[in-house]
């Protein structure tokens, strides 16, 4: 069975520093690696869908990587704000969309 | 934008009561999920409907059920709810079989008491 897990499980930064956010997964076989944000109390925002046949995708401050080979994806996030203060989650994607999560990381982001 | 829409952001139930759970999309995905979200546990899949009609079980429906009459609207039912169904549960939808992305309604907060 596939497990997700994401490293760390929490991380404060003061504001303007670049950060990786660590996604790694058990079964290379995926069809795609999706990255979430959920603010308190929330539902979840599509931040970034990585088919399994591309590298990264970018969507302005963020970028993200994936590695099949490794079972590695990485969220990087430019010039870090407090707005950016949230849980990132990442999944992977089976057949029909069925998603397999990570259990997140809380990000603070500190002026 | 696709929107997920959930009936309810907030709800109170008691012990034994039927408690249904109503979730619309309006971009004519054809799959719909239901999903649970726990401390410590994460998001954990309950069922999923690829058609209107169809289902299939996730990881954990026991105490669960579901309904699907119409393609924009996937209905989440606890036959006799119990505490410990108290939960952050999550409605999302995507569009075919491979490679979809998946979006997500705003949840709703249930409390069994």
């Known amino acids: 069975k596939q497990e997700v897990t994401q490293i760390p499980a929490a991380l404060s930064v003061p504001e303007g520093e670049n950060l990786v956010l660590n996604c790694s997964f058990t079964d290379s076989a995926i069809y795609n690696l999706q990255w979430f944000r959920q603010d308190p109390g929330k539902g979840l925002t599509s931040l970034l869908l990585i088919q399994s046949s591309q590298r990264e995708q970018t969507s302005g401050r963020l970028n993200a990587s994936l590695d099949k080979s490794s079972g590695r994806s990485t969220l990087y996030i430019a010039a870090s704000q407090p707005g950016d203060s949230a849980t990132y989650l990442c999944a992977d994607g089976t057949s029909y969309g069925k998603l397999t999560f990570g259990q997140g990381t809380i990000l603070t982001v500190h002026p | 934008d696709v929107k997920v829409t959930q009936s309810s952001r907030y709800l109170v139930k008691r012990t034994g009561e039927k408690v249904f759970l109503e979730c619309v999309q309006d971009m004519d995905h054809e799959n719909m999920f239901w999903y649970r979200q726990d401390p410590g546990l994460g998001l954990r899949l309950i069922y999923f409907s690829y058609d209107v009609k169809m289902k299939e079980k996730g990881d954990i429906p026991e105490g669960y059920s579901v309904s699907r009459e119409k393609k924009e609207r996937f209905s989440l039912i606890l036959e006799s709810a119990s505490t410990n169904q108290t939960s952050m549960y999550l409605c999302?939808?995507?569009?075919?079989?491979?490679?979809?992305?998946?979006?997500f309604g705003q949840g709703t907060r249930l409390t069994v008491v």
């Open positions: 999302a939808s995507s569009l075919g079989l491979r490679n979809t992305e998946a979006f």
